[in-house]
């Protein structure tokens, strides 16, 4: 049996009940079939393959916290720390209902490789709880963010472990686990990204995950003989990495008529008014139907839809799975040319299969998304040198990084006589240069 597959069989044993870290790695592995197949015997010495599938090591613990009731609640507080072989642990909080051990994992997993297309020093790392700040008070949320911080404080630190915001982690939650790690560590450091303009945080990293991903797509049409210019978009989801796309899209000539969230989807034909949606997502925190009560040329639809509207470029910008076979064959027939995933792995493994197959340009998150990151990254630079950088300074740095990926990328499925596989190019690109790394750092 090949080592791949030994490693593929094995992995399924050992974590059969984690379908979306599962998921994750099978797309990883079967993309390195031809980067193992030549170097098997040293790799399968090595244990290459198993290392990298098993993480450095996990923190689960137990969240209390009172309610407005005065109603203890308790939720469970995760950390992975997967792979430290190019620098720090660093990857986002989820605070989302659906948390569990699998889907940090998965997300600590894609999270090495996409830290590695960044070129910048950091490893790869996830945390989360399954506590769910929709509804709760300003008081509730930093209960829970002072009781998480508490126990993750004696993980984390600016050269170990540097979490940031990811679903349902945004300004509010880092400012408040920011205060908590420097209460109870004393010591005032980057230990966080994502932070406040006023004590430490980077201009720019707000917008940078939504930015990179049109700096990717941008680059991306313009190598394939088309342009950004004009285009109609689709998009999903509604927070952060949404809004942001959308915003970028608009400032690049795009025409975005989509976003979701989990209750339902707007169609906004004359393209959607990006400065209503952030009054309606950041400040009020509320519903979609609030965007299309105050916008006639809006319709609201319950439920999951956007992939049905025309468009030549789909964003998926929501969470993990979220564009099925049937979303593939629906853009396919509506002439789409470009996908591009801003949210971790949106796309299941049929329909990635189904859009390349049909010749749609498809960028992985692990690609499309790294300006995230990235720019955290570079906040952390910011924070070590004690200096802040200009927002045209952080930006122009982003896109050189996005444009940058795309070139790895592509150089990479070329190499591998697989050009315009964008997948396989990401996956072989992040992996160089942490097993190059870790064979040099020896057995550890
Ligand atoms: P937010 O919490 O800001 O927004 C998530 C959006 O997706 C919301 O509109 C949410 O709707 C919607 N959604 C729909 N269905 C689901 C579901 N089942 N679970 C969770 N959300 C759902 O998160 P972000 O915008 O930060 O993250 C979106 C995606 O991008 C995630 O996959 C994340 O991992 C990825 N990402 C984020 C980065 C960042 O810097 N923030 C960087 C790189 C990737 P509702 O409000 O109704 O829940
Ligand atoms: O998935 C991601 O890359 C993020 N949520 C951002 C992580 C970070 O450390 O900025």
Redesign the pocket.
């Known amino acids: 049996m090949s080592y791949v597959d030994e490693v593929l069989e094995r992995v399924k044993t050992k974590n059969a009940s984690e379908p979306e870290f599962l998921q994750a790695v099978d797309e990883v592995l079967e993309s390195l079939r031809p980067v193992i197949e030549a170097n098997e015997e040293k790799y399968r010495k090595e244990a290459l393959l198993e290392r990298l599938t098993e993480p450095d090591r996990q923190f689960k613990f137990r969240v209390p916290w009172v309610d407005d009731n005065g109603q203890v609640q308790v939720n469970t507080g995760y950390r992975v720390q997967f792979n430290n072989a190019i620098g720090p642990y660093?990857?986002?909080l989820r605070l989302h209902p659906s948390v569990n051990i699998g889907i940090i994992k998965f997300?600590g997993f894609e999270?090495i490789f996409?830290n590695s297309l960044t070129g910048l020093p950091i490893g790869g790392g996830k945390g989360g709880s399954d506590f769910d700040p929709k509804g709760k008070s300003d008081r509730e949320v930093m209960a829970f963010c002072q009781s998480f911080m508490t126990e993750l404080c004696k993980y984390i630190g600016a050269d170990v472990d540097?979490?940031?915001?990811?679903i349902g982690t945004g300004a509010r939650e880092i400012g408040y686990m920011f205060g908590q790690y420097k209460k109870i560590r004393g010591t005032y450091e980057g230990v966080l990204?994502?932070k406040g303009l006023s004590y430490g945080g980077s201009l720019a990293r707000t917008e940078a995950t939504g930015y990179g991903l049109l700096y990717m797509t941008e680059e991306l049409l313009k190598c394939n003989n088309s342009n950004i210019a004009g285009k109609t978009i689709a998009v999903s989801g509604a927070g952060n990495v949404a809004i942001y796309a959308i915003q970028k899209a608009q400032q690049l000539g795009a025409k975005p008529v989509t976003c979701s969230d989990s209750t339902g989807w707007i169609y906004d034909p004359e393209g959607i008014d990006v400065e209503l949606l952030k009054e309606v997502k950041e400040v009020k925190r509320a519903r979609l139907t609030e965007y299309a009560a105050a916008r006639p040329s809006a319709e609201y639809h319950e439920g999951r839809g956007v992939w049905s509207v025309k468009c030549d470029v789909a964003l998926p910008c929501a969470t993990q799975n979220e564009l099925h076979l049937e979303d593939a064959k629906q853009l396919v027939a509506n002439g789409c040319i470009a996908v591009c995933e801003g949210a971790?792995m949106p796309t299941t493994e049929e329909a990635t299969k189904y859009l390349q197959d049909n010749k749609v340009l498809f960028v992985p998150g692990k690609a499309a998304?790294a300006g995230?990151?990235a720019t955290?990254a570079l906040e952390m630079s910011q924070n070590s040198e004690r200096l802040s950088w200009s927002f045209e300074e952080v930006d122009a740095k982003l896109k050189d990084i996005m444009v940058n990926i795309y070139h790895n990328i592509d150089d990479a499925a070329k190499r591998y006589g697989q050009e315009g596989n964008y997948v396989a190019g990401a996956n072989i690109a992040g992996f160089e240069k942490v097993a190059d790394a870790m064979l040099a750092q020896g057995v550890c």
């Not at 540097?162 to 990811?166: I, L, Y």
């Open positions: 660093k990857g986002g997300l999270q996409k540097v979490p940031a915001g990811d990204t994502g971790n998304n995230g990151v955290s």
